[in-house]
């Protein structure tokens, strides 16, 4: 929002989707602005859930500091809920060295591993994916995975679902998130009105690619 106040009514912002495009509009309504749409635009069927186990995918941002937060975070809440499975993904732009050196640090239970599945697949199998400021929370939301806000210090302010129409489920706290882990109903995620409410937030955050020819003037 403050690079927003750089520009004036003959520039032209470009977004990916309605959902931003309203936000902007909301903090600059002076501004022109435009759907280009993003590559991340889904239309799937995503498979059903599993109504046993319970999966939740763990999406580390591209940073060491992140990698070490939710390498804590997830040992912890892999302690906590034993009858849980939890994975943790890897961000592909983290050195692989650095990666495993920090991972010595992860807590060796039965039910925590690292993810060597593809996004898609991840997704496609997790229940809740937790998240500080990866698109991969807001991705899951095209394969019914319940996005989940993690962050102890900003309060919420990385969490791109933060300012729209959809229930913000944010924690600061691992206890807390721990309570509502183990209390998410498994079936929830295979339920219509879930998977319509999902798709609608995700198609209306990233449209379909347009050709940026016929928005430029």
Same mark, same amino acid.
């Given at each position: 929002?403050?690079?927003?106040?750089?520009?004036?009514?003959?520039?032209?912002?470009?977004?990916?989707?309605e959902?931003? /495009?309203?936000?902007?509009?909301?903090?600059?309504?002076?501004?022109?602005?435009?759907?280009?749409?993003?590559?991340?635009?889904?239309?799937?069927?995503?498979?059903? /859930?599993?109504?046993?186990?319970? /999966?939740?995918?763990?999406?580390?941002?591209?940073?060491?500091?992140?990698?070490?937060?939710?390498?804590?975070?997830?040992?912890?809440?892999?302690d906590?809920?034993?009858?849980?499975? &939890?994975?943790?993904?890897?961000?592909?732009a +983290?050195?692989?060295?650095?990666?495993?050196?920090?991972?010595?640090?992860l807590?060796?239970?039965?039910?925590?591993?690292?993810?060597?599945?593809?996004?898609?697949e991840? +997704?496609?199998?997790?229940?809740?994916?937790?998240?500080?400021?990866?698109?991969?929370?807001?991705?899951?939301?095209?394969?019914?995975?319940?996005?989940?806000?993690?962050?102890a210090?900003?309060?919420?302010?990385?969490?791109? +679902?933060?300012?729209?129409?959809?229930?913000?489920i944010? &924690?600061?706290?691992?206890?807390?998130?721990?309570?509502?882990?183990?209390?998410?109903?498994?079936?929830?995620?295979?339920?219509?009105?879930?998977?319509?409410?999902?798709?609608?937030?995700?198609?209306?955050?990233y449209?379909?690619?347009?050709?940026?020819n016929?928005?430029?003037?």
């Amino acid at each position: 929002y403050r690079l927003l106040k750089a520009f004036n009514s003959k520039d032209l912002i470009l977004t990916c989707g309605e959902i931003t /495009k309203e936000l902007i509009s909301r903090n600059q309504p002076s501004l022109p602005i435009g759907i280009l749409g993003s590559p991340k635009s889904i239309k799937n069927s995503p498979s059903l /859930k599993s109504l046993t186990t319970m /999966k939740v995918l763990g999406a580390v941002e591209g940073t060491y500091e992140s990698l070490q937060t939710f390498i804590i975070l997830f040992s912890e809440l892999s302690d906590l809920l034993p009858n849980i499975h &939890f994975i943790l993904r890897i961000h592909p732009a +983290l050195s692989e060295d650095v990666a495993q050196k920090l991972l010595k640090s992860l807590s060796t239970t039965r039910n925590l591993a690292i993810s060597t599945n593809t996004l898609t697949e991840d +997704l496609n199998d997790s229940h809740v994916t937790i998240f500080r400021s990866s698109a991969v929370g807001l991705e899951g939301l095209a394969f019914a995975s319940l996005p989940v806000h993690f962050d102890a210090e900003t309060n919420g302010l990385l969490n791109p +679902l933060s300012q729209i129409n959809y229930p913000k489920i944010e &924690f600061s706290n691992t206890d807390d998130l721990a309570k509502f882990l183990k209390t998410w109903p498994l079936s929830r995620n295979n339920t219509e009105e879930f998977r319509a409410e999902s798709l609608r937030v995700v198609n209306e955050y990233y449209f379909p690619m347009q050709d940026i020819n016929l928005l430029i003037d």
